[in-house]
Structure formats: C-alpha cells, structure tokens
C-alpha cells in the first residue's frame, strides 16, 4: 500500500504525455554535483560507483527542477560493494545544467524502497538495464 501511495505521488507530479523535450548526457561537473551531494550519504564516498543515466527534460509541477535517476554501487559497514542499486531524486535546473541535488528515495537496505525508486524511475522516463 505504501509503494502505491509513493507511485501514486510521483505520477501526479511527472508529466506523462507528450511534449518531452530531448534528453542529454551529464556533463562531468553535473556529475560531481551529483556524487557530491549523495555522496554525504555514504560510508565511504570515494569508492562509490555509479552508472549515470541521461538527464532527461520532463516537465515537473516544481519550476527548475526536474526528476533524476542514476545507480550506484557502493560499500557497506564491513567494506563489500552491495552491488548497483536505483536512487530517485530530483535536480535543480538553472540556465540549462544542473546546479544541484536532492535525495529522494533508494539505494536503501529496505526492498520496498529499493523497488519503489526503479518504479518512480519507469515513471520518469529512466530505464536501466
């Protein structure tokens, strides 16, 4: 019940029709924008791993931001990789790059939340293989 509350808010504030403009690679500075800020929520940030997705534009109810989906694969308490996991968050979005980073929901130890952060994810467009 809880993971289609969670979906159920993330579609009513993602666009879902038509209109979408293109999506693009990050640059490398919105990239450590990105890792920096998530980053203070790891253990050990240096060794984190991530696989970025494109920034996709897709029309928030937020002006100047914009959902963002990447994975990550970083260590836990005894030091193993945990493997890549999803994380959902949203972007601030100024003069056409990325300016900053908010955590949503992901890469947690709770599979609930792991599933849900690949399905606001599906939602927003971003699709990992």
């Not at 289609?4 to 808010?9: A, F």
């Not at 996991?85 to 709770?110: D, M, R």
Request: hydrophobic residues 35%; proline residues 3%.
């Amino acid at each position: 019940m809880l993971r289609l509350s969670l979906v159920l808010v993330v579609v009513g504030f993602t666009n879902v029709g038509a209109g979408y403009a293109s999506d693009r690679p990050l640059t490398d500075a919105e990239k450590k924008i990105i890792a920096d800020a998530y980053g203070k929520r790891l253990k050990d940030p240096a060794s984190a791993q991530y696989r970025w997705h494109r920034l996709i534009d897709s029309k928030t109810s937020t002006p100047n931001r914009l959902f963002y989906c990447f994975q990550v694969n970083a260590k836990n308490s005894y030091g193993a990789y945990v493997g890549y996991q999803t994380v959902h968050g949203t972007v601030a979005y100024l003069n056409g790059s990325i300016a900053g980073y908010s955590y949503g929901i992901g890469a947690q130890s709770n599979p609930i939340m792991i599933d849900s952060a690949s399905e606001f994810c599906e939602i927003s467009r971003y699709k990992f293989d």
